[in-house]
């Protein structure tokens, strides 16, 4: 009883040798039994070999010593996340949550400091609630934010988010961009299903076309170890410099303008808890809190105006001819910042549409799959929202071992995403291309005209800004509002002195809005923009989305 047990072979011998000993109808019992057992015994070893070799394929299951150094990581995971970034750390919670065994992978997992991503809007509060992640913007002394403030030619508008109805915690946040993303990961790995480690993927490890875990480089007391990890998905969320984006999507990514960011201690907003938008010349200016004593401020600096920080030019500019266009209440505080050198901070603004490639076993998520202009802080709502989508997408699935199941639901994905993603990504960039300052009269016309819409309040703000915060991502809506914005301006042109010159600059106004928003519709794609249910007739979802 208490020994290694008897073997097949013998239980059958002993059974043999007592055989004869029974009654005829027992013997025929007997040797029944004996051929059950041994057909049973048999079965359940080809079904834990078979068993054993997809396993092995996919995790293998004890750490083992590979050629050239590489070790094999030895913990069982449903998946593996690269990156914990916003998007990374809350899809690793999100599925840790749902019982999934998942390996986060992080480069760096010590405080981020960047000066973007430090305003979550409403849409985007609403999905880190869904995700049961709302206590991440407790103790980082983040900002409620009600809304815009918006300041041109010395006159301003106040427009708020539609919030009627809505329980008094829902607003938008804003804080230190490194102080949420911390709270994010201690929430992920507060889960006994979630394994954080800190070590940089240097690839995908791929076999048949398929993506069947990463390589990976850490630190260790014995000095620098590559691993191999498997699992049956890998979800790439590398970020804003994704090395791994080239495998799994078309990257085209363009860089119209840089964010030069400047923190103004000790200043009081002229709208307190809103943000702050300055249409200036050449291009928008933004501030918003980010703690009790701190307000951020971002220049956005096109390419032709770009200096460099280092040599002084870049506090030169902004002192001189970025100052005189803030409202008075932030000019001393602004050029105080500026005057210190050490503290102007720049970044690329990119902007890249997700144009995914798919492969089965892996897909990307947050900035390394798709980003718009920081401009409209659109960037973590879009992220959050597609973490709460592909969570939901993923639960009826029992297993990721069944690629098959795992396979139509990531393809399903990565369109039904798109109205939201869609929606946010265009309005971020037809914004930035609006409210920058141009030589042209029609759409100097058209900035104009979206200053004073917006000033109308009711219905003519509350429906774009409704769009800019999440709270309504609707592409048609979208469009809508662009149009009216449009028209609007020309009824203003002609209703003023409807001459022969101005039904031109009319005519030329609703050119460019065109010319604004239907080549960033088009690189979203038309169809699956607005009409997402026809994509997902060529695809075997099991949501029969």
Not at 82 to 97: E, F, H, M, P, T
Not at 430 to 457: K, N
Request: some cysteine; charged content about 20%.
């Amino acid at each position: 009883m208490g020994g290694g047990g008897m073997s097949d072979l013998g239980m059958a011998q002993g059974l043999m040798r007592h055989i004869f000993l029974l009654p005829p109808l027992s013997i025929v019992v007997a040797l029944l039994a004996l051929l059950m057992s041994l057909t049973v015994t048999a079965l359940s070893r080809k079904v834990s070999s078979k068993s054993s070799n997809v396993a092995a394929a996919l995790v293998p299951p004890e750490k083992e010593r590979g050629a050239f150094g590489v070790e094999r990581e030895g913990d069982a995971v449903d998946c593996i996340v690269v990156g914990a970034g916003i998007a990374g750390a809350a899809l690793a919670y999100a599925l840790g949550k749902d019982s999934r065994r998942v390996l986060l992978i992080e480069r760096d997992c010590s405080e981020p400091d960047r000066i973007v991503g430090e305003l979550l809007q409403p849409g985007g509060y609403l999905k880190l609630v869904e995700l049961g992640m709302k206590d991440c913007v407790d103790e980082i002394e983040a900002q409620r934010v009600h809304g815009y403030a918006l300041f041109k030619d010395g006159r301003d508008a106040k427009v708020g988010y539609p919030l009627k109805g809505r329980s008094e915690d829902v607003a938008g946040r804003s804080f230190h961009h490194g102080r949420f993303v911390q709270r994010l990961r201690q929430k992920a790995d507060s889960l006994h299903t979630v394994k954080l480690v800190e070590g940089t993927v240097l690839s995908l490890i791929e076999g048949d076309g398929i993506v069947k875990g990463v390589r990976y480089r850490v630190k260790k007391e014995d000095g620098v170890q590559v691993v191999e990890a498997y699992a049956p998905i890998t979800f790439v969320c590398d970020g804003y410099s994704s090395n791994l984006r080239k495998n799994l999507c078309t990257p085209k990514v363009d860089v119209p303008s840089h964010f030069v960011g400047l923190i103004l201690e000790n200043c009081q907003l002229p709208y307190s808890n809103f943000g702050h938008v300055v249409l200036a010349n050449p291009s928008p200016i933004l501030f918003y809190p980010i703690s009790n004593t701190e307000i951020r401020c971002l220049v956005d600096c096109p390419k032709e105006v770009m200096q460099s920080v280092r040599s002084g030019k870049m506090a030169h500019h902004l002192i001189n001819n970025v100052a005189p266009q803030l409202p008075v209440q932030l000019r001393d505080s602004f050029i105080a910042a500026a005057s210190d050198t050490t503290k102007i901070r720049s970044m690329e603004n990119k902007i890249m549409p997700a144009v995914p490639i798919p492969k089965p076993g892996a897909l990307l998520l947050g900035d390394a799959f798709n980003m718009r202009h920081p401009l409209t802080g659109g960037g973590m709502t879009v992220a959050l929202s597609d973490v709460v989508l592909l969570r939901d997408m993923l639960r009826p699935v029992v297993s990721f071992q069944d690629q098959a199941a795992v396979c139509s639901y990531l393809q399903a994905f990565y369109t039904r995403r798109k109205p939201v993603a869609s929606t946010i990504n265009t309005l971020a960039g037809a914004l930035y291309r609006v409210f920058c300052a141009s030589p042209d009269v029609a759409m100097t016309e058209m900035t104009q005209a979206c200053f004073d819409y917006l000033s109308l309040g009711g219905v003519f703000s509350s429906g774009p800004v409704a769009l800019l915060s999440g709270l309504n991502p609707r592409p048609l809506s979208l469009v809508a509002h662009f149009f009216a914005v449009a028209f609007f301006g020309v009824g203003r042109l002609l209703l003023r002195y409807p001459s022969p010159k101005n039904f031109w600059v009319a005519f030329r106004l609703v050119k460019g809005a065109a010319s604004i928003i239907f080549p960033i519709i088009q690189a979203e794609g038309v169809v699956q923009m607005f009409f997402p249910w026809i994509m997902t007739l060529f695809y075997r979802s099991p949501l029969h989305v």
